[in-house]
């Protein structure tokens, strides 16, 4: 069988402006590959063009034996790509239970959709609390909680993870790198999006570095943690 | 002025805020989805009205014009119809423009409201002078001193409530319902989430002009009269209403509707000359906006941190 995800040579931006150009990389079934970069390195614009959001101007993406590279959104969602936004993006005036159930909107088997309410809920307790409250009016852990617990409803092939630590509490952010590795652990492709070299590094297999738009590094998670790229990548030395 | 008077206003005030309310629900529907306003609802309104009086004309000449049946069947067609070109309007007018200035998309329906309204004022046989509408459902009444209970009156407000309140249902409880607040709060993870945007946008603005045109033919029936230009006022009431209630929202835009024809009536029962009624109404909505600038139950915009 194909790798889940193969990118090849893909040029994407916004307007005039090419922010990729050229970025190739591999996420293999079972691990957890990530992609680092510092901002504006353009680790975004990639998920974005992954995910039908800002279509790659060339290049090619393939999901397993199809090729997404200009398929719309919600048809790459239905294949099995599933993402856990970056600033978490849970709907602010749903109920935590309706937030599961639009994340698994692709599914319409009742059995299967109780299955995964009760999988998720194994693993973030707190959701079955707090399922009749409206998510916007839940604590940014929580609703990293419920971000993840989304993008678990639709029984994802592939997930990835955009930026998961931004914006939360050092002791939040372990807990999440933990959760991640737990479904991984269970079976689940991971793309992992991340600023955060060292616990990024931690939890994946293999990794890239982005930077300007290009990948400069690649590797096993153990090289690239002593790499002078990475390093490079990050402070400008 | 006695009981049965009172009451008599109320019935009446109550058969128009439902036809406002359901044409005000369109209004926070589009709103919700797409953050545009459609001008050319109150159009749609009228357009469903003349639809149902089309369709009537062609029952009447095949010798079908029995009333309840013709009642129902005009009813479905003018909706059908509707349901139809409000997803034909999202399709090729209203999507195209998604990444335009909301602005152009404020013209753009209002001008197609334009061309609804004089096409139908020049191609309608004899368009542009009111024109009777059918009396389909029974003639009968309950006199209760200054009180005449009209049977027409109460059906159409069961219908219309029916209608608002299966439309609240289809939204809070269905699946397509689900979709249409996903991307109503955030489109692009709705997307994310399997959600076909597009479809979604479709069925939200089909949804939106059926109700129009249920309020157009309930307006027909009730007043027995339509004309080309009635969806003018209509549509300014019907959006006055919405964001008097909070664009966007459900709730908000009942309420709207109900507290317009409320005002109406009231206008009508203290000023002796009949026209000052949209006077006072309109006045009232003014100092309501002053008063809460966001609208009375404005959708809170929730905190994306």
């Known amino acids: ?237 | 002025m006695d009981l049965g008077f009172i009451a008599q206003y109320l019935l009446n005030g109550i058969v128009l805020g439902v036809i406002y309310a359901m044409v005000a629900v369109g209004f926070t529907l589009f709103f919700g989805v797409l953050d545009v306003i459609k001008f050319s609802h109150g159009d749609v309104v009228m357009a469903g009205a003349f639809t149902a009086l089309a369709t009537y004309a062609g029952l009447e000449l095949l010798g079908l014009g029995y009333p309840t049946f013709a009642a129902v069947f005009i009813t479905l067609a003018g909706i059908a119809a509707m349901a139809l070109l409000g997803a034909l309007l999202a399709k090729f007018l209203i999507l195209p423009l998604r990444n335009a200035p909301p602005l152009n998309t404020l013209l753009i329906t209002l001008m197609f409201g334009l061309a609804l309204r004089e096409s139908v004022r020049l191609f309608y046989p004899n368009g542009s002078n009111p024109k009777p509408f059918p009396q389909l459902l029974p003639d009968l009444s309950l006199s209760l001193g200054n009180l005449e209970l009209r049977f027409d009156s109460v059906l159409l407000i069961i219908v219309g409530l029916g209608a608002i309140i299966g439309v609240h249902m289809l939204i809070e409880r269905s699946r397509i319902g689900l979709a249409i607040r996903a991307v109503a709060q955030d489109p692009e993870t709705a997307r994310l989430m399997g959600i076909n945007f597009e479809r979604v946008v479709l069925a939200t603005f089909g949804l939106g002009s059926a109700l129009a045109a249920l309020a157009g033919v309930t307006n027909g029936l009730y007043y027995s009269e339509v004309n080309f230009g009635m969806g003018l006022l209509l549509g300014v009431i019907g959006f006055s209403a919405a964001v008097v209630g909070g664009l966007g929202s459900l709730y908000g835009a009942i309420i709207g509707g109900f507290l317009f024809a409320a005002l109406q009536t009231i206008g009508a029962v203290w000023f002796s000359v009949p026209a000052y009624k949209d006077v006072f109404a309109f006045a009232c909505i003014i100092a309501l906006m002053a008063w809460k600038p966001t609208g009375l139950l404005a959708a809170k915009s929730a905190e994306r941190v």
């Not at chain 1, 790798?3 to 996420?27: F, H, I, K, R, W």
């Not at chain 1, 279509?55 to 398929?71: L, V």
């Not at chain 1, 609390?129 to 994802?156: F, V």
Request: charged share 25%; net charge neutral.
């Open chain 1, 1 to 237: 069988m194909s790798e889940p995800l193969v990118v090849e040579n893909v040029v994407s931006g916004y307007d005039q402006a090419d922010v990729l150009s050229g970025v190739s990389l591999t996420v293999s079934e079972g691990q957890i590959t990530c992609l680092l970069g510092s901002n504006g390195a353009g680790k975004t614009t990639l998920i974005r063009a992954i995910l039908g959001l800002t279509p790659a101007r060339s290049g090619r993406i393939c999901f397993g034996d199809h090729d997404i590279t200009h398929q719309s959104t919600h048809r790459i969602a239905a294949l099995g790509v599933t993402c856990i936004p970056e600033g978490r993006r849970v709907f602010p005036r749903m109920s935590v239970e309706e937030n599961l159930r639009v994340g698994a909107y692709t599914e319409s088997d009742r059995e299967a959709i109780k299955k995964r309410f009760a999988e998720v809920f194994a693993i973030f307790p707190r959701l079955k609390e707090r399922a009749d409250q409206l998510a916007g009016t839940m604590s940014g852990g929580e609703q990293a909680m419920l971000s993840i617990g989304r993008g678990l409803m639709s029984a994802p092939k592939l997930l990835i993870v955009d930026e998961p630590s931004l914006g939360l509490s050092p002791l939040l952010v372990k807990e999440n790198f933990r959760v991640i590795k737990r479904i991984n652990e269970l079976g689940v492709t991971v793309l992992l999006v991340e600023q955060n070299v060292r616990q990024t590094l931690d939890i994946a297999h293999r990794g890239y570095v982005l930077a300007q738009g290009r990948i400069v590094a690649e590797g096993d998670a153990v090289h690239l943690r002593d790499n002078e790229e990475v390093r490079a990548a990050y402070f400008g030395g």
